[in-house]
């Protein structure tokens, strides 16, 4: 290849863990599929232990590619120990990876590893595994030892090195983009042809831009923009970020005599979440990227909904939608929402919890975003 870079191809964000009793790990090994948009001739991986609050210790780190495992190592080293709140680069991994095919990730944590930093996401290419002791070079690990999971511990970059014309499109947001659309975004890239763009997620169940929780209650549900989007957004190759974030500053709080930890002096005036959102585009400027933004999406029937945070959201969706500070407006909520009740989700884009769309409202989501954005 001539003229090649790094370009991540597939990401997360990392987020705290839910405090449990049971959140140390020892003698498990986790695996996670790593699907490649382009061609690359060499890998490597970030592991992130931004949240934790003491180092952790990666035994052993392995890819499975071409029928064969091969080691990663950091600075010549097979483990590496990351401090509390710090990550490690691997050293780059030569290996000549094809467009379409995937590369699974495998690491060993031998001793009581405190599971700390972490983020929950869904889609039709976001599912992993964890097993019980050291299956690094196994390639059919036991039903019997194993468990498909959904939590994605301490992996937040891949990047291959891959010829100079490919990028990444880096989505944002809180647990609407944790779920399904990223990867439907990503598939609809491989389906229309979109060879030279990666879709890579930056997302965490819960988060708000101008809040986040410090209890043990709500502490899983993810860091305030001020302490992401400087951590999460700079990424190798990324262009572009899509950012889709604001409903739980909105429908969060509700009164300490309902929940002391959701006081009404949470919520924000629009001005202030405005200003919020502001504060993204002009740090994803100072990175040079292209920022375009997603409306908020339809919440009539969601367990918190009433008219002054309905009044709320269409006030910061227009917003969105008139601003030049940015490079375009992604209308999710008219894509998604009945125009008979435009407050509400049409009922097959409805999950049925009437925040989060259904997997069908998550597919218009995703082909809701331009293609000249892809190419």
């Given at each position: ?80 120990t990351i401090p509390a709140g710090e990550n490690a680069l691997s050293d780059g991994l030569n290996l000549r990876l094809n467009a379409g095919e995937v590369v699974q990730v495998s690491f060993y944590l031998k001793d009581f590893t405190q599971m700390r ?225 435009p407050d509400w989700f049409k009922a097959e884009y409805d999950s049925g919890d009437h925040l989060h769309p259904s997997a069908a409202g998550y597919r218009r989501m995703a082909m809701e975003v331009p293609a000249e954005l892809l190419k």
């Amino acid at each position: 290849m001539n003229q090649t870079k790094w370009v991540s191809v597939w990401g997360n964000a990392v987020s705290v863990a839910e405090n449990r009793p049971e959140r140390y790990a020892k003698d498990i090994t986790l695996r996670y599929p790593i699907h490649i948009p382009f061609a690359g001739e060499a890998i490597r991986l970030t592991f992130d232990n931004y949240c934790g609050t003491e180092p952790i210790t990666l035994n052993k780190v392995t890819v499975f590619y071409a029928g064969k495992f091969h080691p990663v190592f950091f600075a010549g080293n097979r483990a590496v120990t990351i401090p509390a709140g710090e990550n490690a680069l691997s050293d780059g991994l030569n290996l000549r990876l094809n467009a379409g095919e995937v590369v699974q990730v495998s690491f060993y944590l031998k001793d009581f590893t405190q599971m700390r930093s972490v983020v929950f996401t869904c889609g039709p290419l976001s599912e992993g595994l964890y097993a019980n002791g050291d299956e690094t070079e196994n390639k059919d690990i036991s039903i019997q030892t194993s468990r498909s999971t959904h939590l994605f511990y301490f992996l937040s970059n891949v990047s291959v090195l891959t010829e100079a014309e490919n990028r990444t499109v880096v989505c944002y947001g809180d647990s609407i983009t944790a779920q399904d659309w990223p990867d439907y975004l990503a598939l609809r890239c491989f389906e229309e042809g979109h060879a030279k763009t990666a879709i890579i997620r930056r997302a965490t169940s819960g988060s708000r831009i101008l809040r986040e929780y410090h209890c043990l209650t709500y502490e899983s549900y993810g860091l305030m923009g001020s302490n992401r989007f400087h951590h999460e957004v700079p990424t190798d190759g990324a262009d572009t970020v899509i950012i889709q974030q604001g409903i739980n500053d909105i429908i969060h709080p509700v009164g300490e005599k309902v929940n002391v930890f959701r006081p009404m002096s949470d919520l924000p005036t629009v001005e202030e979440l405005i200003a919020g959102l502001k504060t993204y585009i002009a740090q994803a400027r100072s990175f040079g990227y292209k920022v375009y933004v997603g409306t908020l999406l339809p919440m009539g029937g969601w367990r918190t909904d009433a008219p002054f945070r309905q009044e709320m959201r269409h006030a910061y969706n227009d917003f969105i939608r008139t601003t030049d500070l940015i490079d375009g407006c992604i209308d999710f909520d008219m894509a998604v929402r009945d125009p008979e009740k435009p407050d509400w989700f049409k009922a097959e884009y409805d999950s049925g919890d009437h925040l989060h769309p259904s997997a069908a409202g998550y597919r218009r989501m995703a082909m809701e975003v331009p293609a000249e954005l892809l190419k």
